[in-house]
């Protein structure tokens, strides 16, 4: 069997060594004669493993004692309805709820947007969509608001390869962060955020899982009519076992998260990984064939979109990168062109293979 080069932007490749463990210990977990899948969450085994899942998350991110790890499910995009539904409550003007700041950089931003407006007064602050995402526009530039419930933003879009190089500064308003594409890819200060979301299947592990790491003050107030299972508070009191979890992923999720500590930790991450990119968008900044449109400053290290001069090539340059064992190459059918997600678990030998091929392709049709 070979393994290919995984370039899929989610569900995405999973370290091998990781995958390895997970097969040998299937059949058989710590001795049970069970796979992880086959027991109960609420034994001693799973317990444990749990919890060390959380440990692991609070060392390779410093997660402050303030802050709760919950584990929950519905994906990135039930986070889009549970940050309005926890946080529209919290911090009231008069009694009266204030409006929500959004960025705007692309088509998650826009995604938790819509949501949003379902719940209250969303203010769009600031959009990347007339520069073509392109850009971001400067801090300075921001049609901030003097006070709101909290400012939300995409620090990495996956589509558009947009990624901020920084962490914006609202002051008191709590900044909340959709993390999907970019968690654990470098160390980052969680003390600036009130709430960070990430879905599993691009940098922590299987679909099904998503990470939410929460300001202890911001679960207090859901609106009234939050669904139980929709409160941060629910799971934050019962450890994220409310209901049953989606226990493979969170295994798995558990393996990866020993895995970065093993590499080295987040600082060692944000080496390889910055020198990853850095490699790819150079080899496209220096090649006529291909082109990233992304402004420098705003260039994604997760995931890298790029178009061919000639566009009547896409399909081949598809077909022939799978043969030569690179998948999932082809960008997301709202952009077009191609992208190649390069999250942790994509080894940088998959880069220097892409960079052969592309150059071999372009040689060969350009
Ligand atoms: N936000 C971002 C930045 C994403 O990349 C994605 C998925 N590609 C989502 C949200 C939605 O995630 P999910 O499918 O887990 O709901």
Redesign the pocket.
Known sequence: MTRVYNFC??PAAIPESVLQQAQAELLDYQGMGASVMEITHRGPEFMAMAAQAEQDVRDLLNVPDHYRVLFVQG????QFSMVPLNLFGVRTLNGKALPAEYINTGV?SEKAIEEAKRFGDVQVIADATPSHWRSIPEPSAWQILPQAAYCHY?P???IQGLEFGYIPDRGDIPLVA?M??TIFSRPMDVSKFGVIYA?A??NIGP?GL?LVIVREDLMAKPLTQTPQLLRYQTYAEHDSMFNTPPTFSWYLSGLVFKWLKAQGGLEAMAVINQRKAQKLYQFIDGHDFYTNHVEAAYRSWMNVPFTLADESKEKLFLQESQQAGLLNLKGHRIVGGMRASIYNAVPEAAIDALIAFMQDFAARYA
């Open positions: 932007a989610g994906g990135a995009s039930l998650w995409t990495n879009e996956t959709d999907s594409s879905g299947q691009k679909s998503t």
